[in-house]
């Protein structure tokens, strides 16, 4: 079994990597194999629904969506884990 953890956080080994790292270890533990991937700080196209991934079997538009799905094949489960900034104000 293979485990995708997906790292949203702009920053590739801040806090989200960490959090995302110590699930990973204790996975391993268990026997499961693991993996976290970057998605990174470039823009990501969103879909337009023209179809053409079913024909060619990647997304028209060249960026890290084609990556992750090629990772994402090989994957029995997923985590999820984006950035959260909190900005606190005085009151």
């Known amino acids: 079994m293979?485990?995708?953890l997906v790292n949203g956080s702009p920053h590739k080994?801040?806090?989200t990597y960490t959090?995302?790292?110590e699930v990973a270890k204790e996975?391993?533990?268990e026997g499961i194999e693991t993996e976290i991937f970057w998605?990174?700080?470039k823009p990501i196209s969103g879909c337009i629904a023209?179809?053409?991934c079913s024909e060619i079997k990647r997304c028209v538009?060249?960026?890290v969506v084609n990556e992750f799905a090629k990772?994402?094949?090989k994957a029995d489960g997923f985590i999820f884990r984006q950035f959260i900034m909190q900005q606190l104000q005085e009151q």
Do not use: M, P, Q, R
Request: glycine fraction near 8%; proline fraction near 0%; hydrophobic fraction near 40%.
């Open 2 to 4: 293979k485990v995708l």
């Open 13 to 15: 080994e801040g806090c």
């Open 19 to 21: 959090a995302l790292n």
């Open 27 to 29: 996975l391993n533990k």
């Open 39 to 41: 998605i990174g700080i």
């Open 50 to 52: 023209c179809h053409k």
């Open 61 to 63: 538009f060249d960026d």
């Open 71 to 73: 990772k994402a094949e």
